[in-house]
T-cell receptor, first 112, second 117 residues
C-alpha cells in the first residue's frame, strides 16, 4: 500500500473550516484514500473515503487532486469536538481483508 | 448502527497472569476482525487479523503464543494476553469489517486499557 505524509499538527478556530492535507504521491490506480480520526483515548472513527472523485458526507468532504497524488479532508465548520488525531490511509482495492496501516496522523486542535 | 463493544474497558492484572479481552459487533455480522495495540503518544499498530472460524494471521513481531485470538462467531472475537508482563501494558483496540460490505470501512471498539503491575 502507498505511504502517506501528513503534517504533524494543525490548529483551527472553532466555526472555521479545517483543511487537512495528505500526500500520497506513490498511490496506484486501484488504491483508495481513507480518512479516520481518533479522539483521545477512544477507538478510531471512520470519516470518509474516495478513489478519484471528490466525496462528501455528513461529516466531511474529501478533495482528491486530479493526479491523485494528494488529497485534502475538509471539516466545513470545525467544533471543539473535532479535536483529534486524523489519519489518512491508502489501501488497495481487492485486498482480501482490508488491513489498515496507521501512520502518525495529524493532531488537529480546534480553539474556541 | 455498526457498533463494536469491548469488555472490559480497563483492567489491572498482576505480572504472570492472563487477561481476556472481548470484542463484539452488536448489530452486524463481522467476518473479519482486527486487533490493534497503541502505546502512549504512538499510533495504532495492527497485531493480527482474524476471520470467523479460522486461525488468526499475526503481524510480524507479534507472538502468537502470547496473544491468543479466537474468532468463534460472526459477532465475537477474543484476545487473551497470556503471562502478562508490564511491557504488555497498552491500549488494545479491536475493529470489525461488516460481512458482505465491499468497502474497507472498519468499525472500531472503544478500546481496553491494560495495566500489568
Amino acid at each position: 500500500d502507498a505511504k502517506t505524509t501528513q503534517p504533524t499538527s494543525m490548529d483551527c478556530a472553532e466555526g472555521r473550516a479545517a483543511n487537512l492535507p495528505c500526500n500520497h504521491s506513490t498511490i496506484s490506480g486501484n488504491e483508495y484514500v481513507y480518512w479516520y480520526r481518533q479522539i483521545h483515548s477512544q477507538g478510531p472513527q471512520y470519516i470518509i473515503h474516495g478513489l478519484k472523485n471528490n466525496e462528501t458526507n455528513e461529516m466531511a468532504s474529501l478533495i482528491i487532486t486530479e493526479d491523485r497524488k494528494s488529497s485534502t479532508l475538509i471539516l466545513p465548520h470545525a467544533t471543539l469536538r473535532d479535536t483529534a488525531v486524523y489519519y489518512c490511509i491508502v489501501i488497495a482495492g481487492g485486498t482480501s481483508y482490508g488491513k489498515l496501516t496507521f501512520g502518525q496522523g495529524t493532531i488537529l486542535t480546534v480553539h474556541p | 448502527g455498526a457498533v463494536v463493544s469491548q469488555h472490559p474497558s480497563w483492567v489491572i492484572c498482576k505480572s504472570g497472569t492472563s487477561v481476556k479481552i472481548e470484542c463484539r459487533s452488536l448489530d452486524f455480522q463481522a467476518t473479519t476482525m482486527f486487533w490493534y495495540r497503541q502505546f502512549p503518544k504512538q499510533s495504532l499498530m495492527l497485531m493480527a487479523t482474524s476471520n470467523e472460524g479460522s486461525k488468526a494471521t499475526y503481524e510480524q513481531g507479534v507472538e502468537k503464543d502470547k496473544f491468543l485470538i479466537n474468532h468463534a462467531s460472526l459477532t465475537l472475537s477474543t484476545l487473551t494476553v497470556t503471562s502478562a508482563h508490564p511491557e504488555d501494558s497498552s491500549f488494545y483496540i479491536c475493529s470489525a469489517r461488516e460481512r458482505d460490505n465491499w468497502s474497507y470501512e472498519q468499525y472500531f471498539g472503544p478500546g481496553t486499557r491494560l495495566t500489568v503491575t
